[in-house]
């Protein structure tokens, strides 16, 4: 059984999507990728995408969990490449993914990541004093 | 004694064929400028032949005959006229006189029955009728898809993208935003925004003559389109009546960043990735 | 009036046929010459329809045609199963409305992602959902 590779970079984890998902392989995704999560304190998760060409309201509902689920284990999430076609598609079928964050590509992704991780820990710090 | 007239006119088909080219050089149809008098020649023989064929398939009771290598032949005729200036009221005085010459034949040849020689007249002369309103139909189908092509060409170089400067994007829109037009913008930009690493994107509708619910669909789902890219989309252009027109409609635009002008727009983009323009102090 | 160009069938009955019957439709798909994005709707589309036929159906057949139009090619999916079927169509069609907690997507979806939709169900025999995309769109 085929399993999706979760690279670690920091304090965030990295994911590339680039085999169809299908339902086994899915819900393994998003149990690992937790683990993961709370394994090494993650900050920021970046999923990949650039290599899907269908997304359609499986893999939306797969994106739109991997995103909740990290931010209770106070992790942000961001969807990185999404290819054109795929965007408007997924406007028309209804699915914005209003509460994902996304960028461009990895860079533009890691560059956002580590600005809401700034965000974050200065506010700690304004609440602490 | 049942008269075949397909026979009668196939013996005759020389003669036939002659007497349409002199009636073609005396209404001056002929239009040697615009195609030799040979082709002529061999187009009129090739729809004579095909016609009579079936003329005699049919007299002959072999059955209805097929109408189509006439058709064919006519078509052909239609089409290479066409695309050498022909106007459609001259290929169709080309079959006129094609009717004439089989007309006089006949009436030579049956001078003595007038009864069949007005069936068999009036039966030709429908068939023939049928050619021409056919070089009509092929003329004008040629001319639709020209114009179906020229649509085309339109839609793609009517929306272009500019690379206003490093990272922002700007698209001026020009003319009716339908949903076909709506899909090129969006692919469009979103590929260039790919391709260039651009942030920001700034449409302009100030070439948009109105903006209606359909409209204003258009345009919401193209930024949310380039949101899901993780870029921004700014719409800039907004004249006062389209800003009447949205709010009277109804139209929720508050999720989307609107600018009245394109500098100002200009202005929020560069705000957005921190630059700054200021007046230079050295000389 | 639609001509058919040409015919295939496929038979859906686990999660693994999937994924060959979305290449399936991409090769008809690129063989009109399909654009891109035209491409990626129909797919998707059609990707909502299969999952809903395995889902709640347990699977079922989709007969896959090149048809043609005036000028148009395009590719029509017919999605047949002996499932349940829908008992509330128009509820069906709604955005949002699920009956086994997913987004509720699948049949509005693919209707807006489609030139041409039409549904047929018989609560308690089965369903059946006809889908046309041409090739511009």
């Known amino acids: ?129 | 004694m049942a008269i075949e007239v397909g026979k009668i006119l196939q013996k005759k088909k020389k003669y036939i064929l002659e007497t349409w080219i002199s009636g073609q050089l005396e209404n001056d149809s002929l239009r040697d400028d615009l195609i030799s008098n040979e082709e002529t020649k061999i187009q009129s023989e090739e729809l004579l032949d095909a016609f009579l064929k079936r003329l005699s398939a049919e007299s002959t009771g072999v059955g209805t005959g097929d109408f189509d290598p006439v058709i064919e032949a006519v078509d052909g005729i239609s089409i290479t006229r066409a695309k050498k200036g022909f106007s459609p009221r001259d290929t169709a005085t080309y079959i006129y006189s094609f009717k004439d010459a089989l007309l006089k034949c006949l009436h030579e040849e049956i001078r003595n029955d007038p009864g069949t020689l007005y069936t068999e007249s009036l039966k030709i002369s429908k068939q023939v009728d049928e050619l021409a309103i056919s070089t009509f139909e092929t003329f004008i189908k040629s001319r639709e898809e020209v114009i179906l092509r020229q649509t085309d060409e339109i839609t793609e170089i009517s929306t272009p993208v500019i690379r206003v400067w490093d990272g922002i994007l700007a698209l001026p829109i020009i003319g009716t935003l339908d949903s076909s037009r709506t899909q090129v913008v969006m692919e469009n930009l979103l590929s260039q925004i790919v391709e260039t690493g651009s942030s920001i994107a700034i449409l302009d509708i100030s070439g948009v003559p109105a903006v209606d619910s359909l409209v204003a669909q258009h345009l919401i789902k193209t930024v949310s389109a380039t949101r899901l890219m993780g870029a921004e989309c700014i719409i800039s252009g907004i004249r006062p009546e389209i800003a009447q027109t949205v709010v009277h409609l109804g139209i929720d635009l508050s999720d989307i960043i609107t600018k009245s002008s394109l500098a100002s727009a200009l202005n929020y983009a560069f705000t957005s990735l921190k630059l700054e323009v200021r007046k230079a102090n050295k000389i | 009036m639609i001509l058919v160009l040409s015919k295939d069938e496929m038979a859906i009955i686990k999660e693994q046929d999937v994924v060959p019957f979305r290449n399936r439709v991409k090769e008809y798909a690129v063989k009109i010459r399909m654009g891109l994005v035209n491409q990626t709707k129909l797919i998707t589309a059609a990707s909502e329809l299969v999952r809903n036929m395995l889902k709640y159906a347990k699977g079922g057949k989709i007969l896959i045609e090149v048809v043609s139009q005036d000028r148009n090619t395009g590719i029509r999916l017919t999605f047949s199963d002996k499932g349940p079927g829908i008992k509330d169509i128009p509820l069906a069609m709604k955005d949002g409305y699920s009956t086994a907690k997913s987004l509720g997507l699948g049949l509005p979806g693919a209707k807006r992602l489609s030139n041409e939709f039409s549904i047929i169900s018989e609560w308690g025999k089965g369903t059946t959902v006809i889908i046309v995309k041409w090739s511009n769109g």
């Open chain 1, 1 to 129: 059984m085929d399993k999706i590779p979760i690279l670690r970079m920091g304090r965030f984890l990295l994911v590339t999507i680039q085999v169809d998902l299908y339902d086994g392989l899915a819900l393994t995704l998003e149990a690992d990728l937790i683990k993961m999560v709370d394994k090494i304190g993650a900050k920021g998760v970046l999923i990949d995408i650039s290599a899907v060409s269908i997304v359609d309201s499986f893999m939306g509902r797969i994106i739109g969990n991997i995103a909740s689920m990290s931010r209770i284990m106070d992790a942000q999430t961001v969807v990185v490449g999404m290819q054109p076609a795929v965007a408007i598609t997924l406007i028309e079928l209804g699915l914005p993914l209003k509460g994902v964050r996304t960028a461009l590509d990895v860079e533009k992704g890691m560059a956002l990541l580590q600005a809401m991780n700034i965000t974050e820990s200065s506010e700690e710090t304004t609440n602490d004093q």
